[in-house]
């Protein structure tokens, strides 16, 4: 099972939106409403954003955001600011019953 | 509310068997029948890697690419669930972290332990 592909890095000034794509196949992120999204601070427990393709845990700020096409789901960052800039990782179910994550994508606020 | 600590040795000689406890506080590990445990890494400067999970049960579900060499299990009475990884080279080196997996998601996780294999 290859990991998702996510791009290296993402990076916006404070108060703008971007976008990490995670792309993967029909086997996890296309088969499966089960794609999660993960902030990981180094040194620290990551910590869950989205989960379900598209919801977000309670205490999660509402600038986090989730959706999914096809083989790709992406997570969408609005009103960057200067706390969000971390590594975040998406991860998916499998048709293998396994969980696959993203190859990570660090974010850096300008 | 549910913490997980990791602990174990930091230092596991090459060939040998890494071991790690994760306890469970704050909350019963059989609380919840749809609950897994899980383990997941982190090798320096490399990303996330699942290991693999455990039900309160003793079903598990381990990555393919790990399976060989992974066993985990988990003790009710301690509330506290354990990885076993046998036969460790330096690319075993890693912040190893526990995570409770609740319906196909990880909402909480342990803040990892470091363990190098070195000789």
């Known amino acids: 099972q290859s990991a998702l592909t996510q791009p290296a890095s993402v990076s916006g000034s404070p108060g703008q939106s971007i976008t990490i794509s995670c792309t993967g196949t029909?086997?996890?992120?296309?088969?499966?409403?089960?794609v999660s999204w993960y902030q990981h601070h180094p040194g620290k427990a990551p910590k869950l954003k989205i989960y379900?393709?598209?919801n977000r845990p309670s205490g999660v700020s509402n600038r986090f955001s989730g959706s999914k096409s096809g083989n790709t789901a992406s997570l969408t960052i609005s009103g960057l600011q200067a706390e969000d800039e971390a590594d975040y990782y998406c991860s998916s179910y499998t048709s293998s019953s396994i969980y696959v994550f993203g190859t990570g994508t660090k974010v850096t606020v300008l | 509310q549910v913490q997980l600590q990791e602990s174990g040795p930091g230092l596991v000689r090459p060939s040998g068997t890494l071991s790690l406890t994760c306890a469970v506080s704050g909350g019963s590990i059989s609380s919840s029948s749809g609950r897994w445990w899980s383990w997941v890494r982190q090798p320096p400067g490399k990303g996330l890697e699942w290991i693999g999970e455990?039900?309160?049960?003793?079903?598990?579900n381990y990555n393919p690419s790990l399976e060989s060499r992974v066993t985990m299990s988990v003790d009710k009475s301690k509330n506290q669930f354990s990885l076993n990884l046998s036969s460790v080279t330096a690319a075993d080196t890693a912040v190893y972290y526990c995570?409770?997996?609740?319906?196909?998601?990880?909402?909480?996780w342990g803040q990892g332990t470091l363990v190098t294999v070195s000789s």
């Open positions: 379900e393709v598209s």
């Open positions: 029909s086997s996890d992120v296309g088969g499966y409403n089960y």
């Open positions: 995570a409770r997996g609740e319906g196909y998601k990880w909402d909480v």
């Open positions: 455990i039900h309160h049960s003793g079903s598990t």
